[in-house]
């Protein structure tokens, strides 16, 4: 059930003034859109921000990612300015704190049929997290080979795209 701010209450400071979204015992709880000095859009739980979302400051600088009690906790990216021009900081945080880079795991193949081998490729871009992308080329039969059929692929980030050259993913934040 969808309730305005007050019916619900948002527990943190700067998002506080107007909330539009999911509600449990008078407190923001599931998807919602807090408003205050800041805008936070995502998911809550008891009142606070929770989950995957997103917190857009007063300045334009902004958090995406995961939040624990209302705080940056998990992977995420901050996005702020310095002299004017953008700066990304990708990596896990902890109560609000940066802790250092995301570790990436090696790529793997959990099982195969009829592949003689495959090739990953990551074409990372610190600026941009559209660029940030894996290639995945196939060899069938001794050459490469894009249209294989009856391929699943997964992937924990990022959208699935796939080219005359190859398949992949693309708009990977980690």
């Known amino acids: 059930m969808l309730k305005k701010k007050g019916d ?5 400071e700067g998002i506080q003034e107007h909330y539009e979204g999911k509600c449990k015992n008078g407190l923001a709880n599931g998807k ?3 408003k205050g000095i800041n805008i936070y859009n ?6 606070l921000p929770s989950g995957k979302g997103k917190l857009t400051f007063a300045n334009g600088n902004y ?6 009690k209302g705080m940056m906790d998990g992977k995420g ?4 300015k310095i002299d004017d021009i953008n700066s990304v900081r990708i990596g896990v945080w902890k109560n ?3 802790i250092g880079k995301v570790k990436i795991p090696d790529y793997k193949v959990k099982w195969d049929r009829g592949i003689d081998r495959y090739s990953f490729r990551r074409i990372s871009d610190s600026y941009s997290s559209a660029s940030n992308k894996v290639k995945i080329k196939f ?3 001794g050459s490469f080979n ?3 059929s009856d391929i699943r692929l997964e992937g924990s980030d990022g959208n699935r795209i796939e080219t005359p050259n190859y398949i992949g993913f693309e708009t990977i934040l980690s």
């Open 8 to 12: 619900c209450k948002v527990l943190k």
């Open 32 to 34: 919602g859109i807090a």
């Open 42 to 47: 995502g998911s809550f739980k008891k009142g």
């Open 63 to 68: 958090y995406e990612g995961q939040f624990k």
């Open 77 to 80: 990216k901050l996005v702020f």
């Open 96 to 98: 609000d704190k940066y």
């Open 139 to 141: 060899m069938q039969n």
């Open 146 to 148: 894009t249209s294989i």
